[in-house]
């Protein structure tokens, strides 16, 4: 199942025949190029935030306005020997978050409990005052921005499907099914035509925080991919209650 680590890198116009033979490494004056413009864009885009908080006080709205911070999934620079995005790897699916809501949150407050972007929505709603869809995949993270030493969530999930572009066009597409819990990070690989699971990955994120050593070949950790995976089945709901 080896993705091309640069075929999403090689659709910009600067970078479409570095890295050859496909799955070779970049130059490293091709490395600090990529991390110059990564750095550059991330404090161009940390200006335009304050641009905007700055015209929300011009305009005497900064008090009545809740403001949501948040981006698409992470990005690569190197780790794992790859560029951009497109894994289930947690460097992929973790994302800054960040609410400003005044007389609904204290200023300061961080919440270091798992959140999805699938909790933007219910959240917004409460924090409106406005009623939150029971058809919502996700829940409102106002109880723990109001008690941010809350438990919340038991885990979160994300999928990554390696077929299309982000493959050789012949190959058997696969999707990964992945759950984060505060000890875990697990991913569980389907073959998309037969539907039978083929693999599997499993980090320690206590120990191993750059997912760097698969534990889902020990045998001594074969109880923890049962339960995990029975943990995964049971989904999202389950998670949002914390069980």
Known sequence: MAINTLRELRGYADFANVGHPSQGPISEADARRLKHGYY???????????????QLDSLGLAENTIVVLWGDHGYKLGEHNSWAKMTDYIIDTHAPLIIRAPGKIAPGTRVKQMVEFVDVYPTLSELAGLPILPQLQGASAV?????????GKSAVFSQFL???IWVAP?????????????????????NWDSKAFVAWELYDRRQDPDEDTNLAGRPEMRAVLDRLEAQRVLGWRNAANGR
């Open 170 to 190: 012949d190959s058997i597409p696969y999707m990964g099914y992945s759950m984060l819990t505060h000890d875990y990070h697990y991913v569980a690989w389907m």
């Open 40 to 54: 550059a864009s991330v404090s161009y885009i940390d200006a335009l935030v304050g641009r905007l908080l700055d």
């Open 162 to 164: 390696r077929s299309g």
């Open 143 to 151: 109880p723990l921005l109001n008690a941010p030493d809350a438990p």
